[in-house]
């Protein structure tokens, strides 16, 4: 009896205190910021997100064989996923978690992080993914209604039910990550899936049309200065589009603050962009969603949204770097969510690693035999994989250190201005990009000059790496170059089919210059590790990288001369 009491006892005291839960708790992801730059940590210290993101679809287990072979081959560190309402709960009220944690098992046998889609009451404008008794039920689930009156299949963000249902549905999924996932494989969420409404500006709907006539909130009027008034009166044309961007902003803040709560991970939205050279009208792109000419209401509306996080499909280097350009601000780290994962998209790595971006996603990198072409890439193979892998491995091997740089340190990103795609060109332009064919060029075209300070950069695209040969771009336009200023005269630089110089600035003009000295090497634990000097041919016509990328720190100075 005695004994038996004290087992019972023993085993009060080890439930109370936890220690039944083998493993311990791994500190939670978050973002921080540091004067207008950012990172997120896992496990305490900076993450770089070398990401890879499935096709839609890929939420089942039978699929996951499929993908694992490509995150390996891509060195990918974090796998970015859906989860599905309609697969979580099925039935109202009923839910089932087995994918999820089929998936972080497997996740963790290949130490790779997840990131998480919840595809709920928006996926692409549309309620696909929530359950039947969701997008079957209009009457509990109402659509936007056009101001002509036509029902779209877009489900409105005025009503407390859809809210509702949503909310507690992610509720159940946060809380069931808190108990299996201590470990933090899962390091972050998207909440909804490219919100917002295509065919129309907002809901006109006669409940949406009561809310439209009342008074701006005071907090919208407090963000953008305005007076007050009904929507129309402080937004004039606008005020559609802003009316239905704030409504579903406050809608997805709800979620995600509710969600929060259960279990604290860094959240944000992907955005369907509008294209920022010839947006087009609201409707013609997915009105509501955090498209550039709303992020601001967006900020307001929905403060526990960690970021808004652009989805980028231009190929074409102007469109695809203006993209980059407009959300990353001291206001929003960028995280590129998704980019097409052909060819041309790869060199805009570079860009978002000199804009401090917390990681990058290609889209459709599994071998569920799917393509998202014209978007993405025709087929899945090697080809496609290979350029993500290079600089993959190469960033990889310094994810940490690279992201504790680009928290503390300016970074200058590039890649090569001149678009050589040709195929199919006239489809590129029906979708809004602005690729232009490669035609005759000036050296100047392939030509990219930054100021750094004391020193400037020259960039330069498609030229021997002997000799002084004008740079003639390459084919396809596969360049790009990323540096980091570690300290005075002293840069990181990583770059890829492309030369880089130095030359002073007009800071140190006049003077006589030099490399004093360029490493290649790498970090082991955040420190450098020496490899190799570069001198002779490796520095006398710049800094030239050819088929993969190197890390290189480079020492720059000046001398006197009598
Ligand atoms: C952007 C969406 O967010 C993705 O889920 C997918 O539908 C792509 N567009 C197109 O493949």
Same mark, same amino acid.
């Given at each position: 009896m005695k004994k038996t009491i004290f087992r019972l006892l023993t085993a009060a005291f080890f439930c109370i205190t936890g220690v039944f839960q083998s493993v311990n708790a791994a500190e939670l992801p978050k973002i921080i910021e540091r004067d207008g730059r950012h990172a997120l940590t896992v496990d305490g210290k900076p993450y770089l997100l070398l990401a890879a993101q499935t096709n839609?679809? *890929?939420?089942y287990p039978a699929a996951l064989p499929d993908v694992w072979p490509v995150v390996e081959q891509m060195h990918a560190n974090t796998l970015v996923i859906p989860v599905a309402w309609e697969q979580v709960e =099925?039935?109202?009220?009923e839910f089932d978690f087995s994918f999820v944690d089929t998936l972080i098992k497997q996740a963790r046998e290949k130490e790779v992080r997840l990131v998480l889609l919840?595809? %709920? +009451?928006?996926?692409n404008n549309a309620p696909?993914?929530?359950p039947s008794w969701v997008k079957l039920d209009n009457r509990r689930f109402p659509r936007v209604k056009t101001e002509d009156g036509k029902t779209l299949n877009s489900l409105s963000p005025h009503h407390r039910s859809t809210l509702e249902a949503d909310k507690k549905a992610f509720v159940q999924l946060m809380r069931h990550l808190k108990k299996v996932d201590r470990q933090r494989t899962v390091i972050m969420v998207q909440v909804q899936n490219e919100v917002g409404t295509y065919g129309s500006a907002r809901d006109y709907s006669d409940a949406a049309q009561k809310v439209f006539q009342q008074p701006v909130p005071q907090k919208l009027l407090d963000n953008t200065g305005k007076k007050p008034g009904n929507w129309r009166e402080v937004f004039g044309k606008d005020a559609d589009e802003f009316f239905h961007a704030w409504h579903i902003g406050r809608f997805v803040d709800e979620i995600a603050e509710a969600g929060k709560q259960e279990y604290p991970l860094p959240m944000y939205v992907n955005v369907a962009l #509008?294209? !920022?050279?010839? =947006?087009?009208e609201p409707g013609q792109y997915s009105?509501?969603? %955090?498209t550039d000419n709303v992020i601001h209401i967006w900020k307001a509306a929905a403060p526990h949204i960690d970021m808004i996080s652009p989805d980028i499909y231009f190929r074409d280097h102007k469109t695809a770097t203006r993209v980059m350009d407009l959300y990353a601000r001291e206001d929003n780290p960028l995280y590129i969510a998704e980019i097409g994962?052909?060819? !041309?998209?790869? #060199?805009y790595f570079f860009d978002a690693m000199g804009h401090g971006a917390l990681g990058f996603a290609p889209f459709g990198?599994?071998? +569920?035999?799917?393509s998202n072409f014209p978007l993405g890439a025709e087929t899945m193979d090697e080809k496609v994989i290979k350029p993500f892998a290079d600089l993959y491995r190469v960033f990889g091997a310094m994810g940490s250190e690279w992201a504790e740089i680009s928290l503390n340190h300016r970074t200058w990103g590039f890649s090569e !201005?001149? @678009? +050589?795609? *040709? !195929?199919d060109k006239e489809l590129w332009n029906a979708r809004g990009s602005d690729g232009e064919e490669k +035609?005759?060029? @000036? =050296?100047e075209d392939y030509t990219q000059r930054q100021n750094l300070g004391d020193w400037s950069a020259e960039i330069t695209y498609g #030229? =021997? *790496?002997?000799?002084? @040969?004008p740079p003639k771009g390459n084919n396809p336009a596969s360049g790009g170059a990323v540096i980091a200023e570690l300290g005075k005269n002293e840069y990181l630089v990583v770059g890829y089919h492309a030369r880089v110089s130095f030359s002073p600035s007009k800071e140190l003009e006049g003077e006589q210059f030099t490399f004093d000295r360029v490493e290649e090497g790498h970090f082991n634990d955040g420190e450098w590790v020496f490899e190799r000097v570069w001198n002779g041919d490796q520095t006398d016509w710049g800094l030239n990288f050819i088929y993969r990328p190197h890390v290189l720190k480079v020492k720059l100075a000046t001398y006197e001369i009598d």
């Open positions: 839609n679809s *890929a939420n =099925p039935d109202e009220g919840w595809f %709920a +009451t928006w996926k696909h993914y929530a #509008r294209n !920022p050279y010839h =947006p087009g009105s509501g969603g %955090a994962n052909d060819q !041309p998209y790869v #060199r990198m599994d071998n +569920t035999k799917y !201005p001149v @678009d +050589t795609f *040709a !195929p +035609t005759e060029k @000036d =050296p #030229r =021997p *790496a002997f000799w002084i @040969d």
